[in-house]
């Protein structure tokens, strides 16, 4: 079975559009998003209709679940104070933007969800999806964290040799392997960080005999969304950052 994984969609409709029809090209027959489905862009409600209308289940990430909980910020890090007014402008746009319905949605997305091939009738591995790690979503699980660090999560997850946990959050792609377990960044659709401004999502093998793991880039029309973000009361800064892929 291939899936798709489609990570930290951040309100960026055409990303989302571009992805979702590479991913019927590339024959997925079944798509799970990884959170963070609204914020920095100007297509919230549009994104979660979306996904709703296609029948795409995921797993809740630090966006979603404060925009649904009305807390008190969006539990992003940011590294300068610039980044954090920005960070802090995105999150009271969406709030003030998203419908009850989108709400709603957002609230009732779980923290964590498990794939199992052939539905656990014969014995296999699992995909176990999450956003930031299977403790905490706000958790950044970065590429430079350590193989001790990838155990203790697996252990957490309860995760087996020939297992693999999937995330997003910090918007940078990376694939590495710790005992046997698989340890995926699928990276960001709608935002992503690592120089590269294409959208980025994962493809997954899930068979009965394991699983393989790679991430896919997708070209999208990134002027359509930077100039909804321009004509948007959002910083302009957010459009920048689509166009470099990053900061
Ligand atoms: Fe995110």
Not at 20 to 47: F, K
Request: hydrophobic share 40%.
């Amino acid at each position: 079975m291939r899936i798709a994984l489609l990570p930290d969609i951040h309100a960026n409709l055409p990303a989302l559009e571009a992805v979702l029809a590479d991913a019927e090209r590339e024959g997925a027959e079944a798509l799970y998003h990884l959170g963070d489905l609204v914020g920095y862009a100007p297509w919230p409600d549009e994104v979660v209709a979306l996904l709703r209308q296609r029948g795409i289940a995921g797993v809740a990430g630090n966006y979603d679940s404060t925009v649904a909980t009305d807390y008190a910020h969006c539990g992003c890090r940011y590294e300068d104070p610039r980044q954090e007014a920005l960070s802090h402008e995105s999150y009271a746009w969406t709030r003030a933007h998203v419908s009850a319905a989108t709400k709603a949605h957002l609230a009732a997305l779980p923290f964590r969800l498990d794939l199992v091939a052939t539905g656990g009738h014969l014995a296999g591995p699992r995909v176990i999806l999450v956003h930031g790690a299977p403790t905490l979503n706000t958790l950044y699980w970065t590429e430079d964290r350590s193989d001790d660090f990838c155990r203790k999560m697996a252990g957490h997850a309860g995760a087996r040799a020939g297992d693999l946990i999937a995330v997003g959050h910090t918007h940078r792609p990376w694939h590495r392997v710790v005992d046997g377990v698989q340890f995926l960044n699928a990276g960001s659709v709608g935002r992503p960080k690592d120089g590269d401004w294409r959208a980025c999502y994962a493809l997954v093998e899930l068979t009965t005999a394991g699983i393989s793991a790679r991430h896919a880039r997708v070209e999208y029309d990134v002027g359509r969304a930077t100039a909804a973000i321009r004509a948007s009361d959002l910083p302009d800064d957010f459009a920048l950052q689509l166009e470099r892929g990053g900061a």
